[in-house]
């Protein structure tokens, strides 16, 4: 069992080095996407990275049920989440317990045995946003990250596509 | 005497890291809180923090006259002054001249027997906020950053609840 | 030939740091502001930074076009060019092809006999931007910053005025 967390900021790489570490280990690898094509901005996103992860990764569309997803696809290649952050925002729009989802999420880790690579953002270093949704969305964030960092074998913050060991 | 500053962003595990540096110091810890209750939110957080650290802390809220409370309090056990984000908000708003209230601070540090361990936002790490008076929040709060790590014995940087070395 | 890509956020001592990297070089160095003085707020700062540095710097004004006058100013002491992201704010201004530049000039930058500290911004550390001009900016932002990363020698994220070594 390995779980790795790799935080970073937007564009920082996060999601290209996270494809690596997947890559390294055996196996067919898996593409755990949280993000549902909604918008054209966001499809050109998500076909930006299919380009380059190449065709030969399963893909799965996960948008709410990340945990269930990942207990039924263990056993094979490693899986590669990516985001935790649009997993996070998918929640609380659907008006879902978070933190009891979180929680869940981090306790049903250590029993996995396929590595698990979870891409991730840190979006809490600029300035306070003014309206109370980004507030809590940022707070939720901050907290999810430090709860998932909490039990992941190794964490990496990558700045400008080079990363740092956090653990 | 040490001088550690904890720095982060929103969520990062910042408080509580800077807490466990303050309890390895011998003595009854002084918890000084430079936030006001003034609303609900921050009602709420105050008494999360409270919640955590438990009852064995000596408390003092102090929005302004920080350098004054920490020569005042010297000589006891370690405190914790969480955070100087919030404080340079006060003086701000208070219409002190925070440059030389910091740099008086900071004079202040190499002179105190008991440890401070200052907990502060990294604020500057998003896109350019629109408005004037969050551009001059963001790089007062840069310099002042800079400053108190500069007479700093140790300065960590706190990501997902993991702390990295800067001094 | 050495290229020195120093990150990090607003008022974080980026500049600073650039400046001690440059002058640890011989000859006569060369302070290349991607910054025009169009604003009074800018010139403030453009006067801060030029008060810092001394009088003994050759100083050059490029909005635009820096790998030309890189490859012109070759040879003689070492550039400091402040900083990369006003230089992508530039360009898009200008409605020049952004990838195309950045990408000419990390071709550039291997070729070069006298060395180049590049300052830059970490952009996409906050809550997503509102709007979409600003989404746009943070993702070249992160995008060319990655792509210079990746051609230089040394990078170094300046936090609170102390470089953690990236490359």
Chains 1, 2, 3 share one sequence.
């Not at 997947?22 to 996407?33: C, D, K, M, N």
């Not at 990764?57 to 952050?85: F, N």
């Not at 709860?147 to 990558?158: K, L, R």
Request: include cysteine; charged fraction near 25%.
């Amino acid at each position: 069992m390995a779980v790795i967390l790799i935080t970073g900021g937007a564009r920082s790489g996060k999601s290209k080095r996270a494809e690596m570490r997947v890559r390294a280990f055996p196996g067919r690898p898996v593409y755990v996407a949280t993000a549902e094509a909604l918008d054209a901005e966001m499809e050109a996103r998500i076909a930006g990275h299919r380009a380059r992860r190449g065709t030969d990764w399963i893909e799965r569309e996960v948008p709410l049920d990340l945990g269930e997803v990942l207990v039924a696809s263990d056993g094979g290649g490693a899986r590669l989440v990516d985001c935790l952050t649009l997993w996070l925002s998918n929640l609380m729009h659907a008006e879902r317990d978070w933190e009891r989802e979180v929680s869940a999420l981090a306790a049903a880790l250590p029993r996995l045995k396929s590595p698990v690579v979870f891409v991730t953002n840190e979006v809490g270093l600029g300035i306070v946003p003014d309206n109370a949704l980004a507030r809590s969305f940022r707070d939720a964030a901050g907290i999810m990250n430090q709860i998932i960092a909490g039990v992941a074998d190794e964490v990496e913050f990558v700045v400008a596509g080079l990363p740092m060991k956090l653990k």
